[in-house]
């Protein structure tokens, strides 16, 4: 079974910086795009950021200049550097993994529990 989990969320005052990790774990052949989506209270889940196998990042225009993504393949990890952080970006962060789990198979979508981020003053 594959878990992703992830770590690094909290409360914060704006202007301020967060780190999350999202490690991915279990039986796996290969892990493709892995990223961050979040969603605050009353609204969809949207994208927040993807990265490539390859280090090829996709960032959504409202966290673009202030958030970084990254990964660690060795280490089957993605990180959400997050700074500048405003309060519009009060929500639930999930971590998601494309996962293949036999080198036949098909790739499968694999999500986080979810890692809370407030910021306020």
């Known amino acids: 079974q594959v878990q992703l989990v992830e770590s690094g969320g909290g409360l914060v005052q704006p202007g301020g910086s967060l780190r999350l990790s999202c490690a991915a774990s279990?039986?796996?052949?290969?892990?493709?795009?892995m990223g961050w989506y979040r969603q605050a209270p009353g609204k969809q889940r949207v994208m927040v950021a993807t990265i490539t196998t390859y280090g090829i990042a996709n960032v959504a225009d409202s966290v673009k200049g202030r958030f970084t993504i990254s990964r660690d393949n060795a280490k089957n990890t993605v990180y959400l550097q997050m700074n500048s952080l405003e309060p519009e970006d009060t929500a639930v962060y999930y971590c998601?993994?494309?996962?293949?789990?036999?080198?036949?198979?098909?790739?499968?979508?694999?999500w986080g529990q979810g890692t809370q981020v407030t910021v306020s003053s």
């Open positions: 279990g039986i796996m052949f290969s892990i493709n795009a």
């Open positions: 998601n993994a494309g996962v293949k789990i036999t080198k036949w198979g098909d790739e499968s979508p694999y």
